[in-house]
């Protein structure tokens, strides 16, 4: 409860319940005045101002009765389409999550550790990892917004990998494609036989798969006049049904 005053959901929505609250309490107020009311004991008072130029401002409910269907479809179908959209961003960073975990597995699998040495293998498969990190870290900051996640992300890509890869990720156009390609570089190195490697190549490929789709959810939403049309529907519908009441 304590959150609800800061919740984003609620601050979006407050100009408009606002407005619909204001108007609603105008209304009813105008028509105790001019057409009398009802305590909450049930006293009934008379008309404070009865003029015939002041009628009660009413409309009858059947309006809202015949529209009330059409209005829940259109919402729920927006809802669905919502949660679909949620639910395929869910999926798109779980596969990423399960791939990274493939990934880094194969590699330590099919590393063919003879003639390396034990440092030299922990170093190249912690190479992998990290880079595997560093796409996964990309994307999440590419579908973020810039105030949100940049200083973190700058902050982090120092920390945990070389200076120059950090810089040259960082001064990319597309940060998740060059963190795949220092990837797919370090994947290159090891080594294993190329049947192998190429095994492995197909996590990254369902990376650039899962990035794709995310990228599509976020710069394609619900259609722009099937929401305004909503929009517009259930704000007439919720601004007269006062008058019904």
């Not at 407005?19 to 305590?39: C, E, K, P, R």
């Not at 902050?155 to 795949?180: D, F, V």
């Not at 994947?187 to 996590?203: G, S, T, V």
Request: charge should be neutral; glycine fraction near 4%.
């Amino acid at each position: 409860l304590a959150a609800i005053l800061k919740s984003g959901v609620y601050k979006n929505l407050g100009r408009e319940v606002g407005t619909i609250t204001a108007a609603s309490a105008a209304l009813v107020l105008y028509n105790a005045v001019v057409g009398g009311y009802t305590d909450f004991e049930g006293v009934k008072h008379a008309a404070l101002v009865s003029s015939s130029f002041l009628p009660v401002l009413t409309l009858p409910m059947a309006a809202f009765t015949l529209t009330s269907p059409s209005l829940g479809l259109l919402l729920v179908f927006r809802t669905n389409s919502s949660y679909q959209r949620w639910d395929e961003a869910r999926k798109n960073w779980g596969m990423n999550i399960n791939h990274t975990r493939d990934l880094v597995r194969l590699a330590n699998a099919y590393y063919d550790g003879r003639g390396v040495s034990a440092e030299q293998r922990a170093d190249d498969l912690n190479h992998v990892a990290l880079c595997t990190w560093a796409f996964v870290r990309s994307m999440k900051r590419h579908l973020s917004p810039v105030e949100e996640d940049e200083e973190a992300f700058k902050a982090e890509l120092y920390a945990k990998l070389p200076e120059k890869q950090a810089e040259m990720i960082l001064a990319a156009a597309h940060r998740p494609n060059r963190a795949l390609q220092d990837l797919s570089y370090a994947i290159d190195d090891l080594p294993m036989h190329f049947i192998r490697k190429n095994e492995i190549h197909k996590a990254v490929t369902i990376f650039e798969d899962n990035l794709g789709s995310s990228e599509r959810l976020l710069t394609s939403p619900v259609p722009l006049f099937y929401s305004r049309h909503l929009a517009r529907y259930l704000a007439v519908w919720v601004l007269l049904l006062p008058f019904g009441i």
